[in-house]
């Protein structure tokens, strides 16, 4: 099978002929038919954060494809279903977390295209348990971003706990954050965007974005303070400290900032004004299969639609040229065929 492999960090991905893996119990063999490329796989292969993944390595979390092969001990998938392979390729089942319901958060998860591989190939091999079947009013291509920019983002909002009729910011108005404005808008939220350029700033504005804010031109957490009086939350998905400080600074007392972006840095904190002011700062990673079904009814439903231009698998080392200059509008889907 053709596939997409990092060797080594910083390097470009080689594209080469590999064997295509076999079942295993308690998995599925996804015939990829796309896979979205997520910022995510852009820090794996930079090797940017402390936990690093194995190499070589096949990227990619975004994978949806048709199951062509299922393990023997495998009774609730059957060739010809369609999935999605999320980040969260396993998690132990029995730990507190698991238990409790928030499975994103076991200790012994396994993550698909960092810790084992992804779907920037023809076939991927899946965890039975860990794959979302992807409902039938959505294309393979308009699914793919929302098994991690949907989820994430969808999960983040719920994290956030805005109720309807409150402001949220959405910050980073990329793969992620152009979906978060749909999610929010479609959960009664107002949204204000800040991104950079004309063309996201337009981007933001058709997807239902109430503000939009330009940071290169304005100081957005001045703006939002100036003309809001502060956010209720802050959803802050861009992979830059700066848009941090910003996001900490636009919430209203009592607000919370929910971090999902990435950059490998520290995050001061003034303590005086989250005491004060009783801000909550919350991380909040990809989201739980339940999590995940409920993303994609909202898409099934016609109220949320990723924005997406595909690419062939074999450039994908100009896609990742075109992500680290922030240039992409919406997500890059990777096609296979
Ligand atoms: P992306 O490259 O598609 O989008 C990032 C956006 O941020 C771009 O539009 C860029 O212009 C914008 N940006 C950059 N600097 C900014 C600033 N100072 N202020 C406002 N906007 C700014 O990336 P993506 O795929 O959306 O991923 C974003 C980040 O989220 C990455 O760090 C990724 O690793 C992380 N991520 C986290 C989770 C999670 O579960 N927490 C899941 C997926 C991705
Ligand atoms: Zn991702
Ligand atoms: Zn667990």
């Given at each position: 099978m053709k596939a997409a492999v990092a060797h080594e960090f910083q390097t470009p991905l080689r594209i080469e002929q590999l064997a295509q893996p076999d079942v295993k119990p308690g998995t599925v063999l996804v015939k990829i038919a796309a896979c979205g490329v997520c910022h995510t796989d852009l820090h794996a292969c930079h090797g940017d954060w402390p936990v690093k993944p194995k190499l070589p390595l096949i990227p990619g979390h975004e994978g949806v494809g048709t199951v062509?092969?299922?393990?023997?001990?495998?009774?609730?998938?059957?060739?010809?279903?369609?999935?999605?392979?999320?980040?969260l390729h396993s998690a132990c089942g029995h730990c507190e977390h698991c238990l409790q319901g928030n499975e994103?958060?076991?200790?012994?998860?396994?993550?698909?295209?960092?810790?084992?591989?992804?779907?920037?190939?023809?076939?991927?091999?899946?965890?039975?348990?860990?794959?979302?079947?992807?409902?039938?009013?959505?294309?393979?291509?308009?699914?793919?971003?929302?098994?991690?920019?949907?989820?994430?983002?969808?999960?983040?909002?719920?994290?956030?706990?805005?109720?309807?009729?409150?402001w949220v910011a959405i910050v980073g108005v990329g793969g992620l954050g152009h979906l978060a404005i749909q999610y929010a808008k479609a959960m009664?939220?107002?949204?204000?965007?800040?991104?950079?350029?004309?063309?996201?700033?337009?981007?933001?504005?058709?997807?239902?974005?109430?503000?939009?804010?330009?940071?290169?031109?304005?100081?957005?957490?001045?703006?939002?303070?100036?003309?809001?009086?502060?956010?209720?939350?802050?959803?802050?998905?861009?992979?830059?400290?700066?848009?941090?400080?910003?996001?900490?600074?636009?919430?209203?007392?009592?607000?919370?900032c929910v971090l999902v972006g990435l950059p490998n840095d520290d995050l001061p904190i003034?303590?005086?004004?989250?005491?004060?002011?009783?801000i909550s700062v919350i991380g909040s990673i990809v989201g739980t299969r339940q999590d995940l079904i409920e993303c994609l009814d909202f898409a099934a439903a016609g109220k949320v639609k990723a924005i997406v231009q595909t690419e062939s698998l074999d450039n994908i080392n100009h896609v990742f040229e075109q992500m680290q200059n922030n240039e992409i509008q919406g997500r890059i889907v990777l096609t296979m065929t």
């Open positions: 062509v092969a299922v393990a023997d001990d495998v009774d609730h998938l059957f060739i010809g279903d369609e999935v999605g392979i999320p980040w994103n958060l076991c200790p012994s998860q396994q993550n698909s295209g960092y810790s084992v591989d992804g779907g920037y190939a023809e076939y991927c091999l899946a965890n039975a348990d860990y794959v979302v079947k992807i409902p039938k009013s959505l294309s393979f291509v308009e699914a793919a971003p929302l098994f991690c920019a949907g989820v994430t983002t969808y999960k983040a909002l719920k994290v956030s706990d805005a109720k309807p009729g409150q009664g939220l107002n949204v204000v965007a800040v991104d950079s350029t004309e063309q996201k700033m337009s981007l933001a504005k058709a997807l239902g974005a109430d503000h939009c804010i330009d940071y290169q031109l304005h100081n957005p957490a001045e703006q939002i303070q100036e003309k809001l009086g502060g956010v209720q939350a802050v959803i802050c998905t861009a992979a830059s400290k700066a848009a941090f400080s910003g996001a900490y600074h636009s919430v209203k007392r009592g607000g919370k003034p303590i005086f004004d989250t005491v004060l002011k009783g």
